[in-house]
């Protein structure tokens, strides 16, 4: 992939590749980004801080991969501390992230565990108040995709664990998070294109992305008032590990991205700044608000 700086003005068009047969792959869930043809470009080394989050507390969920990991890269190159969430089998992605962190002198807590798991997200909170001496950023990047074509097939336990991962592990970091958060602090959740144009073969996923985006409008109301705003990015379709563990039919990724209006996927690195900008104080009367980055797919 590419490595350019961020800043850097060109043809949005052609400034990352279009899929070709050759991105046609499959892992196991949740699966490696360090192991994916071509390698995402996660902002490693095209993304330059300008110090927009100098001394901020960061969480990132799915931080060991794809939009999270760009996420915690981006907010660290902008001066963050950031504890990462993510699960025990992309150690070898996160570690990676870990050493980018520090090369950059920030402060990089790597706690992995299920989020389907209630107790987990409260100690994450909790943990990283400790860690990092409070929490002001919490941005919920992770997220489960599972294709499944006919409604008969899909499982109530896969139903399930989608909402699990999607919907309440943010409802559970939400609610421990606001407890430690003053004024100022900001939180990001991760909706999709999906939850406007569902596929048919995404009826659970589509379905969590629609209930974050209300979720995050109901609560950005309710904390205005203590000064912490809840925003949210809306992705569309971005060259990360969870199109490849069966987000999507393996036939289909060799068009992955292409009918958008850029005619192009995304990379993670094009979502980072979006994150930045409603973690930062620039964004300070924005709120129950979702930014859809996704190739100029119109949105409501
Ligand atoms: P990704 O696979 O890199 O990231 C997803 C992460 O979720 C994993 O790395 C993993 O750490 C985490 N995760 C999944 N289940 C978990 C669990 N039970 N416990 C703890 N962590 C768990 O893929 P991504 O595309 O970067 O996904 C990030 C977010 O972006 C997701 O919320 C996804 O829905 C959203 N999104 C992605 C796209 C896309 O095209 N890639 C489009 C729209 C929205
Ligand atoms: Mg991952």
Redesign the pocket.
Known sequence: MSEQDQYKVQDPTTQYPKATSEWKQKQPE??L?KEMNPVPDAGESSYRGTGRLAGRKAVV??????????AAIAFALEGADVVL???PE?EA?AKEVVQRIEEAGRKAIAIP????DEK?CEQLIEDAVKELGGIDILA??????QFVEDIADLTTEQFD?TF???VY?TFWLCKAAIKHMKPGSSIIN?????AYTPAPILLD?ATT?AAINTFSKALAQQVASKGIRVNVV??????????V?G?QPTEKLAEFGADVPMGR??Q?AE?APAYVFLASQESSYVTGETLNANGGVPSP
Do not use: C, F, H
């Not at 969920?61 to 760009?70: E, L, V």
């Not at 565990?113 to 389907?116: A, E, M, N």
């Not at 919920?140 to 995709?145: E, R």
């Open positions: 949740p699966g980004q969920t799915g931080a060991d991969s794809g939009i999270g990991r760009a969430s993510y699960l992309e992605d565990g299920d989020l389907k987990y919920n990047v992770a997220g489960k995709q664990a699990k991962t999607n592990s991760t909706s999709s294109i999906q996923y992305k809306a992705p569309g379709p971005v060259w990360t590990p969870l199109q563990v987000g996927p995304g993670p979502m």
